[in-house]
Every structure is written in structure tokens, then in C-alpha cells.
């Protein structure tokens, strides 16, 4: 079996950071209550890295890197399998830097997961780089975890950003298969806002709530579209809530998240008042959150 007709797996990147120890024990929890392969995977960076030294030196230089960067992944299996000896595990040593390994070795049905550290990296990993913008987006989810600050527990409850767009139907189709696996309840999150401007006559203030019960009613509707849109009978076991709520989007996501297990987003949505799943939303979420953040970019069907 080559690599493009292998099974769906967690494909976690590791670099020796708090960050992405953290990332690899939660892609292991992963591994395992999804039942797929894990794939460890660490990018030397050998172009940047030996360019900065004399000619005589790179082999050297090479020989260490490759010294370190096989400890790392020993590291990082013994970790694995002290916590969940039941995983399947591969490491994966690679020259490029890890935004372009994990590229290459994610596929349609994967899921990547990287720590917080080094957000421009991450961005990289969601949006493509600038030579390969239009093929090279994450083909997958990519779950964005923070340093372990508080002891994991159980998972329980997933939070979801949905504003009617394609890329919050896939969000909560994440979502809910997440939550199977997981036996979490769904909360799913919508906000808008209305602005009143500084100098609003008092008398304005009855129009504006005309427009603030307008906006919830859209909001009711954008929630009860996506919820018939995408629950079917593989999902209805799952327990489902909805928050609504007049705030930024960022906000509500952060409040409803708080005590989540996870929070999952789009990368791309809808602007005006149902902008909830926007690039700088889901951007705002991952430099916020204290819990790990699932972004779905524009490629990622699971289905494919």
C-alpha cells in the first residue's frame, strides 16, 4: 500500500516545544478514540537550517540534525505508547520544514494536529504557501492545541461555530463525528451584531431593537438550516444545543468554549451578520483559545 491509498490517521507534528508534547499526547487520545493509525512527523527544515553555514560544515551540520531529529521521534513513540499502547504508530523524518512535511504526508480524511507555538506556521499549514497556494491547502482538518496548563480530562462537550456557510456545514459534520467518538454533546454557536452608531438619536433606540429581533430571527433560521442540513440518522444520538447570542463572533465562540473539550470552526464564512466563521474569526480563535481548536479549511471533506 503506498502512501495516497493508506487508511485515515492522525497525523501529529512534533518539534521538542511544551506545545507540541501537548499536541501529541491529545493526537494520540485521538488516534485511539477514532481507532486509526498516528503519525508522527518531523520536519528538519534542512534548507533554511544549512544555509547559514559554510559549505565544509553542512554535512556535518546534516548528520546532527537527522541525529536529533531521529531522538525526537523515538521520544515521541515511547511517549505514545506509554499513554496508549493500543495505537498504531509511524514516525516520519523529513527534510522540509514541518508546514510543508505535514502538507505532504495529510490526506483527504486525516485529521493534523500541531501545537500553538508558532501561529505563522500553523497559518502556512490552513492556507498554503504563496508558491503553492491553489493545491497545497490542508486537504483535512487541522486541530490546533494549546500548552497542557491544566490537567486533560474527558471529554464531554464540543463547541461549534456555525453561520450558514459551506464551511460551517463541514465544521459541524466535524463536529458531530467528533462527539460519536468522543460521547460529547454538540453545542452550536451563533452570533451577530448590530451596530448604533455614536451619535444615534434617542429616538432611534426602538428602531434598533426592530433590527436586534430581526438578526435573532436570521440567527434562529441560520441554526435550524444548518442543523437540518447536516444531522442525519448516523448522528441523531448525539445531543444537541444551540447558543445564540448579539456579540463579536470571537466572543461568543471564546464564552461558549470556555470549559469545551474543543471548538471547531471554519476557516472561511459568510460576512455581514452571519460573518461567525470568517478567516479572521477562526484566526481570532486559535491566538485566544485555551482549548484545542479544530479549523476546518476550505478542502477538507472528510467525505472525499
Known amino acids: 500500500m503506498n502512501a495516497q491509498e493508506r487508511p485515515p490517521a492522525v497525523v501529529v507534528g512534533v518539534d521538542g516545544s511544551p ?31 544549512l544555509g547559514v553555514h559554510p559549505l565544509p560544515d553542512r554535512a556535518s551540520v546534516e548528520e546532527d540534525l537527522v541525529e536529533i531529529g531521529r531522538s525526537l521521534l523515538s521520544e515521541s513513540v515511547e511517549a505514545v505508547r506509554r499513554a496508549r ?64 496548563d491544566r490537567p486533560r480530562r474527558p471529554r464531554g462537550r464540543i463547541v ?5 456557510s459551506d464551511s460551517s456545514h463541514r465544521a459541524l459534520r ?36 426592530v433590527h436586534e429581533e430581526v438578526f435573532d430571527r436570521q440567527s434562529e433560521e441560520v441554526v435550524a438550516g444548518v442543523l437540518a442540513e447536516v444531522i442525519d440518522d448516523s448522528t441523531e444520538g ?4 444551540a447558543v445564540r ?6 466572543e461568543a465562540l471564546l464564552k461558549a468554549g470556555e470549559d469545551a473539550d474543543l471548538i471547531v470552526v471554519g476557516s472561511r ?23 484545542p481548536v479544530a479549523v476546518l479549511p476550505p478542502h477538507s471533506d472528510e467525505t472525499d
Open 85 to 148: 499502547p493500543d495505537v498504531e504508530v509511524v514516525d516520519v523524518l523529513a527534510e522540509d520544514d514541518a508546514p510543508a512535511v505535514l502538507l505532504d504526508d495529510a490526506r483527504h480524511g486525516d485529521v493534523i494536529v500541531v501545537g500553538s507555538r508558532g501561529l505563522g506556521g500553523i497559518r502556512a499549514i490552513m492556507l498554503g504557501s504563496v508558491s503553492a497556494r491553489t493545491s497545497s491547502h490542508a486537504p483535512c482538518p487541522v486541530v490546533v492545541v494549546p500548552d497542557a
Open 19 to 49: 506545545a507540541a508534547r501537548a499536541a501529541l499526547l491529545w493526537a494520540a487520545d485521538e488516534a485511539h478514540r477514532r481507532r486509526e493509525q498516528l503519525r508522527i512527523v518531523h520536519g528538519m527544515g534542512l534548507a533554511s537550517k
Open 160 to 164: 461549534v461555530g456555525v453561520d450558514g
Open 269 to 291: 464564512g459568510r460576512g455581514g451578520v452571519r460573518g461567525l466563521v470568517m478567516g479572521s474569526v477562526s484566526q481570532g480563535v486559535l491566538h485566544r483559545a485555551r482549548v
Open 245 to 250: 447570542m448579539q456579540a463579536d463572533p470571537v
Open 174 to 209: 466535524f463536529g458531530l463525528r467528533e462527539a460519536l467518538v468522543s460521547e460529547s454533546e454538540v453545542v452550536v454557536v451563533n452570533s451577530w451584531e448590530v451596530p448604533l452608531p455614536a451619535d444615534v438619536d434617542p429616538a432611534a433606540v426602538d428602531a434598533q431593537s
Open 238 to 241: 448525539v445531543e444537541i444545543s
